[in-house]
């Protein structure tokens, strides 16, 4: 009698932990979607922001045992993230090269317009 009492409490546990674990993905999976559709309009603090969730995220999910499935699943959704967040920081430091090249350039202006007005 006691074997089965025991049994009856660890299938309701064993049922809650999978249903945890399996949540932890999804979110995983909503934020990878949300990233997806938001990374091409980040600023640096926006992709700092996406980072640091996704890290807190990431951590979350890892610190179960994941079946063979769930990992690959994790680590495509792993990849996914990272590629966004790649992109948008290239993105991010073009459109700041682009801007330190118009400000250069602006300054030259300046400096031709000057040499020129003394002669």
Do not use: W
Request: aromatic residues 8%; negative net charge; glycine residues 6%.
């Amino acid at each position: 009698m006691k074997r089965f009492s025991i049994l009856f409490l660890l299938i309701p546990m064993m049922v809650l932990f999978s249903s945890c674990k399996q949540s932890q993905i999804k979110k995983l999976e909503k934020f990878t979607t949300e990233v997806s559709e938001h990374y091409d309009g980040y600023s640096n603090s926006d992709l700092e922001k996406a980072q640091v969730k996704f890290e807190k995220l990431l951590a979350t999910v890892e610190k179960n045992e994941l079946t063979g499935d769930e990992q690959r699943h994790v680590n495509e959704l792993k990849g996914e993230c990272k590629g966004y967040f790649a992109q948008a920081k290239a993105r991010i430091l073009l459109d700041e090269f682009n801007a330190a090249v118009e400000e250069a350039g602006d300054e030259v202006k300046g400096a031709v317009k000057s040499i020129q007005d003394k002669q």
